[in-house]
């Protein structure tokens, strides 16, 4: 079963992402929490189980009590030891110019999602899993 971990200190966005996945029939199983420290051991403890480790992680880049530089930071240093390729996505209610250009530099940071995040995005990045594209975007909701 295909894995995916949002990290985010707001429990609501946990619901709705939750939510948005169930309605359109996802078949990822989502593991949620609101600190990366969890997820950062079992990256670290598991990078040789590719059963335990997720596909797709989703991760907010402002969070009160997290630096998820720091976890970026972190997985760069393991991400070339993990058994399978880890995709991940950065949201933030902001686009600052500098936070792009500073996503750029990780290889593993598929795109930056600008929240809320939308079913089609969601759609979107699942396909992009499953096609292995490969270049860095910004996905979000075009009105």
């Given at each position: 079963?295909?894995?995916?971990t949002?990290?985010?200190?707001r429990?609501?966005d946990h619901?709705?992402?939750?939510?948005?996945?169930?309605?359109f029939?996802?078949?990822y199983?989502?593991?949620?929490?609101?600190?990366?420290?969890?997820?950062?051991?079992?990256l670290?403890?598991?990078?040789?189980d590719?059963e335990?480790?997720?596909?797709i992680?989703?991760?907010?880049?402002y969070?009160?009590?997290?630096d998820?530089?720091?976890?970026?930071?972190?997985?760069?240093?393991?991400y070339p030891?993990?058994?399978?390729?880890?995709?991940v996505?950065v949201?933030?209610?902001?686009?600052?110019?500098?936070?792009?250009?500073?996503?750029k530099?990780?290889?593993?940071v598929?795109?930056f999602i600008?929240?809320?995040?939308t079913?089609?995005?969601?759609?979107?990045?699942?396909?992009q899993?499953?096609t292995?594209?490969d270049?860095?975007?910004?996905?979000?909701v075009?009105?």
């Amino acid at each position: 079963m295909n894995q995916l971990t949002y990290i985010d200190d707001r429990q609501l966005d946990h619901f709705i992402l939750k939510k948005t996945l169930s309605r359109f029939g996802s078949s990822y199983e989502v593991k949620c929490t609101s600190t990366g420290a969890a997820v950062q051991y079992l990256l670290s403890q598991y990078k040789l189980d590719s059963e335990k480790l997720p596909d797709i992680i989703l991760i907010d880049i402002y969070m009160r009590d997290f630096d998820a530089w720091a976890f970026l930071d972190d997985l760069q240093a393991i991400y070339p030891m993990l058994v399978k390729p880890v995709e991940v996505y950065v949201l933030s209610a902001s686009r600052y110019a500098a936070d792009v250009e500073r996503l750029k530099q990780y290889g593993f940071v598929k795109a930056f999602i600008l929240k809320p995040i939308t079913r089609e995005v969601l759609e979107m990045l699942i396909k992009q899993k499953e096609t292995h594209m490969d270049r860095f975007r910004i996905l979000e909701v075009q009105n």
